[in-house]
C-alpha cells in the first residue's frame, strides 16, 4: 500500500555530515508514523529513530541521539534522516520503514515488527 525509496547515501569521511531521504506514494502516507533502521556487515537490522505521522514526536537509539535528526514534509510526502559527526560505526544499510497502522499506533515504537512496508535500503559508509 506504502512504496517507500530511500536516496543520499554514500562514502563520507568521519565527522562529515549526510542527509537521507525517504520517498514515499500513496494517499495516506501522512497517516502513518515512519522509522530508521541499519544493517552493518554481520549484524542484525537495528533500530536507529521514528517520527510519528503529524512530525511532532521523534525518538532516536542512544548511539545517535545528538548527531542525527529525523523530520518529514508529508506535503512532499516525504522523511529525512540529516546525519551530522558521521562515525565509521554508522557504516551500514539505511531503511525506511512506515508502521503497519495509521495515526498513533507507531508512535515510539522501536521494534521492527510494528512497521509494515520497507525501502530497498541505501548504503552508508564511513570512513576512518
Known amino acids: 500500500q506504502v512504496h517507500l525509496v530511500e536516496s543520499g547515501g554514500g562514502l563520507v569521511q568521519a565527522g562529515a555530515s549526510l542527509r537521507l531521504s525517504c520517498a514515499g506514494s500513496?494517499?495516506?502516507?501522512?497517516?502513518?508514523?515512519m522509522g530508521w533502521f541499519r544493517q552493518a556487515p554481520g549484524k542484525e537490522r537495528e533500530f536507529v529513530g521514528g517520527?510519528?505521522?503529524?512530525?511532532?514526536?521523534?525518538w532516536y537509539a542512544d548511539s545517535v541521539k545528538g548527531r542525527f535528526t529525523i523530520s518529514r514534509d508529508n506535503a512532499k510526502n516525504t522523511v529525512y534522516l540529516q546525519m551530522n559527526s558521521l562515525k565509521p560505526e554508522d557504516t551500514a544499510v539505511y531503511f525506511c520503514?512506515?508502521?503497519?497502522?495509521?495515526?498513533?499506533?507507531?508512535?515510539?515504537?522501536?521494534?521492527?515488527?510494528?512497521?509494515?512496508?520497507w525501502g530497498q535500503g541505501t548504503q552508508v559508509t564511513v570512513s576512518s
Open positions: 517520527i510519528g505521522w503529524s512530525g511532532s514526536v521523534t
Open positions: 520503514a512506515a508502521s503497519k497502522s495509521a495515526y498513533t499506533s507507531g508512535t515510539y515504537s522501536r521494534g521492527e515488527a510494528d512497521f509494515g512496508s
Open positions: 500513496g494517499r495516506t502516507f501522512s497517516t502513518y508514523a
